[in-house]
C-alpha cells in the first residue's frame, strides 16, 4: 500500500507536465516558433580535409571512368562533364581528363632507357666504332653476319671506307668484329627504344590511360624517335665520302650531323622525363585539391617568379653547353691544349688562331665570323670553356639566391630546396669530369663519364622544374575541382531541417 501511493503520488506531480507537451492547448498553437541556426562546419577542418584525401582517389578514378555513385558526385565527373561541353565533347569522351600513374611511369622507363643509349653511343663514337656498317637498313639489318661469308662481305664494304684506307689498313676481320657489334648493338638499342615506345603508346591510347593533350605530346616523342634514326644515318653517311673532309685529314663525321643527333636524342630524354614528372605532379594534386591549391599559390607569388625564370635560363644554357660539347667532339676538340684553365701561354689563344682564314670558304673571307666558332678546334674548345664556365657560375649563382634571399629562402618549397642542392651536386661533378677528361688526353672511361654527367646535369635542372614552376593544366584543374567540390558540399548540407532543431519561445 505504500508503494502505490507513493507511485500515485508521482503520477500527480508528473500529470500537469505530461499534459503541457503531448496535449498543447490552442493558445501554444499560436505562439510563433524560433528556428535554431544549423551549426556552422569548417570546410577546412582536419576532419573533413581528412575525409577528402580518404575520397580524393576514389573520385578520381570515378571521373576518368565516366562513371560514379548515384547518391555521390565526384568532383572531378562534374569537371569532366563541364569541360565536355565547353566545344571539346567528342574529345572528352574518349580521351580522360588526366594521364595514368602508369603512363608516368612507362616515359620515365623510356627516358632512362634512352639515357643508357646516348652513353652507349658515346662510346660507340669514341672507339670508332661508328663507320664500321656502311649500310642502313631498318629492317634487315636487324640480323648480324651469320657465316663466315656474310662476315667476308660486310668486311670487304668497310674496306672501302675512307676510314679503312687511312687509319686502319692493317686491321684483321676478328678487330673488325668488334667494331662491328658496337655499331650493331647501338643501332638494336635504337630499334628498341623505338618499339618500347611505340606500342605501348597505342595501347595506352587505346585504352585511354593518357588525356588529349598528354597524347599530343607522345605522339611528338614517337615522331622524334622516327627523325633520329634517320638523323643517324645522314650523321655516319658524312664520315663515308672523300668530299665531306680535306684530303688525307682523320676520316670523322660531320661534326654538324653529329651535333644534331646529339640534340635530337637530348631532346627525346628530356620530352620524356619532363612528361612523366608532370602526370605524377598532375595525379599528386589533384589527390588533395585544398593543399595543391596552398602549394600553388606559393608557387604563384611574384616573388619568385625570377627564380623560376632563373631555373628555364639553366635548362636552356645547360643544352646549349652540351650542344657546345657535340661540336668538341666531334672536331676531337679534346685533343689540343690539355691544361686548365690556361690554352697555351694564356687564358685563351692568340686571336690569328682564334679567327684564322684557313677555315673560310670564300675569297673575301666574309665567313670566318660564322665558320671559326663552328670548325676551328682551337675557337669551339674555348666557346665550350666558357660556357661550361658561365653554367657553373649560374648554378652557383642560383644556389646563392635560393640562400640568401630572404623571400625566396621563406617561399620556396622544401623540395626545390633539395633540387637546387641536386644541381650543385652534379654541376661540380660535372666541372670535376671535364677537366680531367682535357687533362689526361680523353681516355674513355672519363669521356664516357663526361657525356654522362651532362645528361645526368639536365635531369636534375629538370626535376628541380618540375617541382618550381608552376602547371597551368594542372592549376587550373585544381581550381575547378576545388568549385565544384565546394558546390557539392553546399547541396549535401541544404538538408530539411528536422523537429530536434526545433524549439519553441518561453
Known amino acids: 500500500m505504500t508503494s502505490t501511493s507513493a507511485l500515485i503520488r508521482s503520477l500527480r506531480q508528473v500529470a500537469p507536465r505530461l499534459s503541457r507537451q503531448f496535449f498543447p492547448s490552442q493558445a501554444h498553437r499560436r505562439v510563433p516558433l524560433r528556428i535554431a541556426p544549423p551549426k556552422r562546419v569548417n570546410p577546412n577542418s582536419p576532419y573533413l580535409r581528412a575525409f577528402r584525401s580518404g575520397r580524393s582517389k576514389e573520385s578520381t578514378l570515378s571521373a576518368l571512368e565516366g562513371t560514379s555513385n548515384p547518391t555521390t558526385v565526384s568532383p572531378l565527373l562534374s569537371l569532366g562533364k563541364a569541360l565536355g561541353g565547353s566545344g571539346v565533347e567528342k574529345t572528352a569522351r574518349f580521351f580522360p581528363i588526366i594521364s595514368d600513374k602508369v603512363v608516368a611511369y612507362w616515359l620515365l ?19 670508332e666504332s661508328g663507320l664500321s656498317i656502311t649500310e642502313w637498313k631498318p629492317v634487315t639489318g636487324s640480323m648480324p653476319p651469320r657465316n663466315t661469308a656474310d662476315w667476308e662481305s660486310e668486311f670487304a664494304k668497310y674496306q672501302s671506307s675512307p676510314e679503312f684506307k687511312l687509319l686502319n689498313p692493317h686491321m684483321t676481320l676478328s678487330e673488325f668484329k668488334s667494331i662491328y657489334y658496337m655499331e650493331w648493338i647501338h643501332r638494336q638499342w635504337g630499334r628498341f627504344v623505338g618499339l618500347s615506345f611505340v606500342i605501348p603508346a597505342v595501347y595506352f591510347v587505346a585504352m585511354r590511360k593518357v588525356s588529349a593533350p598528354m597524347a599530343g605530346k607522345v605522339l611528338g616523342i614517337a615522331g622524334l624517335i622516327g627523325s633520329q634514326g634517320a638523323i643517324g644515318w645522314w650523321m655516319v653517311k658524312s664520315g ?20 644534331a643527333h646529339l640534340g635530337t636524342a637530348f631532346l627525346c630524354y628530356t620530352a620524356m622525363l619532363w612528361n612523366g614528372l608532370a602526370i605524377l605532379r598532375t595525379n599528386k594534386l589533384l589527390s588533395d585539391p585544398v593543399a595543391a591549391e596552398k602549394t600553388l599559390s606559393i608557387l604563384r607569388n611574384p616573388e619568385l617568379k625570377v627564380f623560376r625564370r632563373s631555373v628555364a635560363g639553366l635548362a636552356v644554357l645547360v643544352f646549349c653547353t652540351v650542344m657546345s660539347g657535340g661540336l668538341v667532339a666531334g672536331l676531337d676538340a679534346g685533343l689540343i691544349y690539355n691544361e686548365f684553365p690556361y690554352m697555351g701561354l694564356g687564358l685563351t689563344p692568340p686571336k690569328s688562331e682564334l679567327f684564322s682564314d684557313f677555315y673560310s670558304h670564300k675569297a673575301d673571307r666574309s665567313d670566318i665570323w660564322w665558320r671559326n666558332p663552328l670548325e676551328n678546334p682551337s675557337l669551339v674548345q674555348l666557346d665550350h670553356r666558357i660556357l661550361a664556365t658561365t653554367t657553373f657560375t649560374s648554378v652557383m649563382g642560383l644556389w646563392a639566391y635560393s640562400k640568401w634571399s630572404p623571400k625566396v629562402k621563406r617561399l620556396l618549397p622544401r623540395s626545390g630546396a633539395r633540387g637546387v642542392h641536386g644541381v650543385v651536386g652534379f654541376v661540380f661533378l660535372q666541372v670535376t669530369l671535364g677537366i680531367s677528361t682535357l687533362i689526361y688526353l680523353v681516355p674513355l672511361p672519363l669521356a664516357s663519364a663526361h657525356q654522362a654527367g651532362s645528361l645526368a646535369l639536365l635531369s636534375s635542372v629538370m626535376i628541380l622544374g618540375s617541382r618550381v614552376w608552376l602547371p597551368t593544366r594542372a592549376s587550373r584543374l585544381v581550381r575547378q575541382a576545388l568549385e565544384e567540390s565546394g558546390k557539392q558540399w553546399k547541396k549535401s548540407n541544404a538538408t530539411p531541417l528536422r523537429r530536434s532543431q526545433l524549439s519553441r519561445t518561453a
Not at 112 to 120: C, E, M, P, Q, R
Not at 240 to 259: C, E, I, M, N, W
Request: charged fraction near 15%; aromatic fraction near 10%.
Open 240 to 259: 663515308l665520302k672523300d668530299d665531306l673532309f680535306a684530303p688525307g685529314s682523320h676520316p670523322r663525321v660531320s661534326q654538324y650531323r653529329l651535333t
Open 109 to 127: 622507363g623510356s627516358a632512362a632507357s634512352v639515357f643508357g643509349l646516348v652513353v652507349f653511343g658515346g662510346l660507340t663514337r669514341l672507339t
